[in-house]
DNA sequence: TGGAAATAGCTTAGCACTAAGCAACTTAAC
DNA sequence: GTTAAGTTGCTTAGTGCTAAGCTATTTCCA
């Protein structure tokens, strides 16, 4: 399964070889990075939808009751702590809490300490219907990893990443 | 710049061991790769947004322009090679080519030989603009990468997600 | 050669998001 | 204690996509 492959050449190879040709003044050395890594969290994100779609959720709501989910018992957050974590407006967030209220996988309540705010709740429907969804997710991610690189190189492409991603999410000038 | 950083704890590592708290019985490691991957697939695609959004194109028409910039003089394609090379569906393909065309960065044209079918041409404007484009484009994601990693560990993670590609978009079973 | 199937590009309806703005409420400043 | 400034969640308008269906045209093949 895991045996270092062959160099066989991929597609993000062949837009290189294309751009070569018709500007061959342009540095593409950092499209060999982005432009895979912008096929893969693609191709991975259909995978992961098609994973949770089987259980009737879209990956926007997934990731909604995933966050509850992590942030432990008593399963509670406030839209704008949800919205903030996922990068989200206030307003797509309405959209989603209003969806997965309908749904019953949550509750919103008024917060007690505070007449402006909320607080949004997994119901017993919600926690369990997630644990089953991030089990899925993360089986198909597994399941794709290990398929690819054995555990010392993954966890080599990990470091590497880890390291990207301070650069990449740092504000930039 | 690019000494081999001492590990620090990123925002992946936290999700992670949030997850390790309230879920101890999950295997996170996939996660580790591909939670930084769409993290830093989102951040850089903000980027380089941002480089091409100083010359009025956002990234879908940037797509659009750069295809058929890579493809050659003429510098043609039909709707359906483009919509094919980018994943978009014909009626998404149908809006954006009509916002290029009446910024006057493309024409649409009858195909010679086949009256179902069109040909789509850069204009002289949209050439120059493109080349301007690519130029920035890359230059922000070349500065990032550098900033981050050496030209050894940037190969070897090219190298790396690479394999990972094929297996990410090889048909799920 | 004639008819069925496939293909091209467009249209429409529906969805999920952002940006901007709102009223209700809380906090800070003096 | 009053006022100014900030925060919260929601609403609205606009954008860009998909899915499904349409017409016109071409290709396949019996």
Do not use: C
């Amino acid at each position: 399964m895991n045996t270092p492959q062959p160099p066989r050449k991929d597609p993000v190879d062949a837009i290189i070889e294309q751009w070569a040709k018709v500007r061959p003044d342009l540095d593409t050395a950092a499209m060999e990075v982005f432009g895979r890594i912008h096929r893969i969290s693609r191709a991975m994100a259909d995978r992961s939808e098609k994973a949770y779609g089987a259980l009737g959720l879209g990956r926007g709501e997934f990731d909604v009751l995933a966050t509850l989910r992590r942030s432990g018992a008593p399963y509670t957050l406030s839209p704008r702590q949800l919205s903030a974590t996922l990068m989200l407006t206030t307003g797509g967030m309405t959209g989603r809490l209003d969806k997965l209220e309908r749904a019953g996988l949550l509750r919103r309540s008024p917060d007690p300490h505070d007449r402006r705010a909320l607080r949004v709740t997994l119901t017993e429907e919600g926690l369990a219907l997630v644990d089953r969804a991030v089990g899925a997710g993360l089986a198909a991610q597994t399941e794709t990893l290990s398929a690819a690189l054995g555990p010392e190189r993954a966890a080599q492409l990990a470091d590497l990443l880890r390291e990207l991603l301070f650069t990449a999410e740092t504000a930039e000038r």
